[in-house]
């Protein structure tokens, strides 16, 4: 059984940073691209950032690259995801997610393993 859990979230001030986790069990992320999500109330879920399987190519999000860096350690089958100078638009719950497709790729369709969720909190 595949599972994905998402840890690192929490209250911050504006212009905090934090580190979120994704640890992976029944399934080795390293062989599958890897993308961070958030949603916030009322808004639609949107990509944040993704990682090849190899780890050598990354997407960020307009909205937020230059302030977030996603990496990987297939060591210990996590992928991070690293969020600097916080604004209270990023409050949302952050969700990590395995493409079932192999290499790098997108479609959010073709991420089909999803953990529960993060909550992300900033304070103005």
């Known amino acids: 059984q595949v599972q994905l859990v998402e840890s690192g979230g929490g209250l911050v001030q504006a212009g905090g940073s934090l580190r979120l986790s994704c640890a992976a069990s029944?399934?080795?992320?390293?062989?599958?691209?890897v993308g961070w999500f958030r949603q916030a109330p009322g808004k639609e879920r949107e990509l944040l950032a993704a990682?090849?399987?190899?780890?050598?190519?990354?997407y960020y999000a307009a909205s937020v690259k230059g302030r977030v860096t996603i990496s990987r350690d297939n060591a210990k089958n996590t992928v991070y995801l690293y969020l600097n100078s916080l604004k209270p638009e990023d409050t949302a719950i952050y969700y990590c997610?395995?493409?079932?497709?192999?290499?790098?790729?997108?479609?959010?369709?073709?991420?089909?393993?999803w953990g529960q969720g993060t909550q992300v909190t900033v304070s103005s």
């Open positions: 990682i090849s399987s190899s780890g050598a190519t990354t």
């Open positions: 997610a395995s493409s079932i497709l192999p290499g790098f790729n997108l479609a959010t369709e073709n991420y089909h393993y």
């Open positions: 029944g399934r080795t992320l390293s062989n599958y691209p």
